[in-house]
């Protein structure tokens, strides 16, 4: 099993839609989350951190459940700008030593 | 906007030359990060150093070698190409403080391609 699983799409909603991505890890002692962005061939852009049971920012929801080892991502309105592979990720601490685990990502295309 | 940058951008070579792909941060990261993509593809950790004269090798297993000389700087070195190499070179770092430290922030990343 992955550490990190997402649902890897592609997603293909129209303009104004919203939409949501879930991902789930294994690690129980993981304790940050985020959400990155990755555009066709660019680096990934982080989009939201999120430290406690979830975090809202404009059109964007993040919510976890530790008990499920569960974090979605919800896309309001969705924009054609918003086309982009949506990276989860998830930080694991231990013992001083701090290593990010990233998800193959989830495609979303926004049509018009 | 990160102010961390690499470079070259792209670079087309050929098998057995050595190479070196350049990576500075001006945020004074004490963390940084060099990342494998192929495209499509998920990120792969293949180096990381916490600080000054600090490194270690990541998750996946890379013929390249990094150094840490200077806390801005983290070069990546593959001292002879080979086409299994051509891949994105992704260069990121985070901070040390706060709640925010675990926070990555990317380089655009070097295409390299060994011919």
């Known amino acids: 099993r992955k550490e990190v699983e997402q649902d890897p799409g592609p997603f293909n909603v129209p303009e104004g839609a919203t939409v949501a991505f879930n991902c789930t890890y294994s690690?129980?002692?993981?304790?940050?989350f985020f959400w990155y962005r990755q555009d066709c061939r660019k680096e990934p852009k982080l989009l939201m951190s999120?430290?406690?049971s979830g975090n809202e920012d404009g059109r964007f929801t993040a919510q976890l459940n530790r008990a499920s080892q569960y974090i979605s991502l919800l896309i309001r309105d969705s924009k054609l700008s918003d086309s982009a592979t949506y990276l989860c990720?998830?930080?694991?601490?231990?013992?001083?030593?701090?290593?990010?685990?990233f998800g193959a990502g989830t495609r979303l295309a926004v049509h018009p | 906007e990160a102010d961390i940058y690499q470079t070259p951008r792209y670079l087309v070579i050929g098998t057995g030359k050595k190479i070196t792909l350049e990576c500075s941060q001006t945020?004074?990261?004490?963390?940084m990060y060099w990342y494998q993509q192929d495209p499509g593809m998920e990120l792969h950790l293949i180096h990381y150093?916490?600080?000054?004269?600090?490194?270690e090798k990541g998750d996946l297993s890379s013929e390249s070698t990094v150094s840490r000389i200077r806390t801005e700087h983290f070069p990546l070195t593959l001292e002879s190409a080979r086409p299994s190499h051509t891949s994105q070179y992704l260069c990121?770092?985070?901070?040390?403080?706060?709640?925010?430290?675990?926070?990555?922030?990317f380089g655009p990343g070097t295409r390299l391609t060994v011919t």
């Open positions: 150093s916490y600080g000054v004269n600090s490194t």
């Open positions: 990121a770092s985070s901070g040390s403080l706060g709640g925010a430290q675990y926070e990555q922030y």
């Open positions: 999120v430290y406690s």
């Open positions: 690690n129980s002692a993981s304790q940050s």
């Open positions: 945020m004074g990261h004490d963390k």
């Open positions: 990720v998830v930080n694991w601490i231990s013992g001083g030593y701090n290593k990010l685990i």
